[in-house]
């Protein structure tokens, strides 16, 4: 069995199973988020050894240049001494300058943006929480147009990141952001379609900047965002959704809720059968699904089933 060394301890890994498996399993704390090779918030680096191809999959050129993997990827296939990555070869360190709830359970940050940033609206980041080795992916509800980046973070009982910002983070915590990855955003092939912006909870935060990028690109065709909570009492920015639909021709905002009574201006009902009505009323639409993993499958099915080609459904799924 191939022996891994990680802090100065040595592991016996079994060479069919993951790295990350290998190390959690004997109770060794690797930074972790979706273990499906997409969120890269398990990036270790091999200071010995050689990394699998297969788990230097999308990690951008100058990092694989300096051996770092994707150990959810990695099955060992000789010894291998790997460590954390270096924050500064992974991370930008960004400061929160602005805490705000936005309703009970989410908690908005506005943090610096990191000089040279650059990313789409509606992609995602890993934040990491130095002290604990703790990353976890959040989307970008900012856009280019504005200074700073914003985040939507729902409280998780129990959560280790969501109440670490909910306790700890205030003003002026630093915080290391991650390149931006992910490929749910608004483009130009985007622009002859009319778009159909839909997802639950903090899935408001990508659709957010995808939507007012698409906004300020000056797409003409029609734009309906459909926003989704438990209970009203689990939406928030429906004023300035309200607004931009105000001064906007083409964006429809529809909030909708599972229980209670509907909210202004929205429906009670489940957002997948309101998707299916909004899908009715045309054939051209183009997709942008965001949150919730189970709820982003739920919605992706109704789009396949009405026709929709699954090249016009751009997901963003929190798994
Ligand atoms: C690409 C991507 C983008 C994301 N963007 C956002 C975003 O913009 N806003 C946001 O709020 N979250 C987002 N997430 C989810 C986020 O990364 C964390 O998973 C979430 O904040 C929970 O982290 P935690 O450390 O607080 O909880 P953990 O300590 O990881 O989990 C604690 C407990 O809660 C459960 N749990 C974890 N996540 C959820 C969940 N979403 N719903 C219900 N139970 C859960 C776990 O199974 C565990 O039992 C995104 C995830 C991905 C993969």
């Not at 100058?62 to 296939?77: G, P, Q, R, T, V």
């Not at 630093?174 to 955003?185: P, Q, T």
Request: aromatic content about 8%; some cysteine.
């Amino acid at each position: 069995m191939p022996i891994i060394t990680f802090q100065g301890k040595q592991y016996e890994c079994d060479s069919d199973t993951p790295i990350l498996d290998s190390l959690l399993a004997r109770g060794v704390n690797v930074p972790c988020g979706c273990r499906g090779g997409i969120c890269q918030a398990c990036m270790l680096k091999a200071t010995s050894g050689k990394p699998t191809e297969l788990s230097q999959t999308g990690i951008e050129k100058k990092l694989k240049d300096k051996n770092y993997f994707l150990s959810c990827l990695c099955k060992a296939e000789s010894d291998m001494e790997v460590q954390l990555p270096d924050p500064s070869d992974k991370y930008h360190s960004s400061i929160v300058y602005e805490k705000e709830y936005l309703n009970a359970s989410v908690v908005r940050l506005r943090c610096s943006r990191p000089e040279g940033f650059t990313y789409q609206p509606g992609q995602f980041v890993n934040l990491m929480q130095p002290e604990q080795a703790l990353v976890r992916s959040y989307s970008l509800a900012s856009t280019s147009d504005d200074n700073f980046l914003e985040f939507h973070i729902r409280l998780i009982h129990d959560g280790r990141m969501s109440n670490w910002i909910a306790d700890t983070v205030e003003n002026g915590t630093f915080i290391f952001v991650s390149d931006a990855m992910g490929s749910c955003y608004y483009n130009s092939a985007c622009e002859a379609s009319p778009l159909l912006l839909a997802g639950t909870g903090t899935g408001l935060a990508p659709l957010y900047g995808i939507l007012r990028n698409a906004l300020a690109s000056g797409h003409q065709q029609e734009v309906y965002l459909l926003h989704g909570g438990l209970s009203s009492e689990g939406l928030y920015y429906q004023e300035q959704l309200q607004f931009i639909a105000q001064q906007r021709d083409n964006f429809t905002y529809q909030p909708c809720v599972l229980h209670g009574p509907a909210p202004e201006s929205g429906v009670q009902g489940s957002i997948d059968e309101q998707l299916r009505l909004v899908l009715n009323t045309r054939q051209d639409w183009r997709l942008f699904l965001c949150g919730d993993t189970e709820m982003v499958n739920a919605m992706r099915n109704v789009c396949l089933e009405h026709g929709i080609n699954e090249s016009d459904i751009h997901t963003d799924s929190f798994g």
